[in-house]
């Protein structure tokens, strides 16, 4: 659990069970690797469209939906004219 302190007050990316993925500032955690972040939006993804940008604000996102987190570098990210992205989303996790 301590390894999600690093994170607090960087902005990170969380991708979750159901293929979405979220951007935003790292606020906080629980025992039960819930986090807390703000400022956030989620990136849709598509083959036809560059990336659409959904404003979120201040999001909870509960631990077992939680498939990775990792830190953006902002300079890179910026960098990126996401508009010109094509990609698939990222499809569901199945579990058995």
Avoid at 12 to 26: A, K, L, N, Q, W
């Amino acid at each position: 659990m301590s390894e999600l302190q690093k994170y607090v007050d960087l902005t990170v990316e969380v991708i979750t069970s159901d293929g979405r993925v979220i951007v935003g500032t790292f606020k906080g955690f629980d025992q039960t690797t819930n986090v807390i972040l703000s400022s956030c939006h989620e990136r849709v993804f598509s083959e036809t469209e560059g990336v659409e940008t959904l404003p979120l604000g201040l999001y909870i996102i509960r631990g077992d939906n939680i498939v990775l987190i990792g830190e953006i570098d902002l300079e890179r990210d910026a960098s990126v004219d996401l508009s010109e992205i094509r990609a698939a989303p990222i499809t569901d996790i199945t579990r058995r």
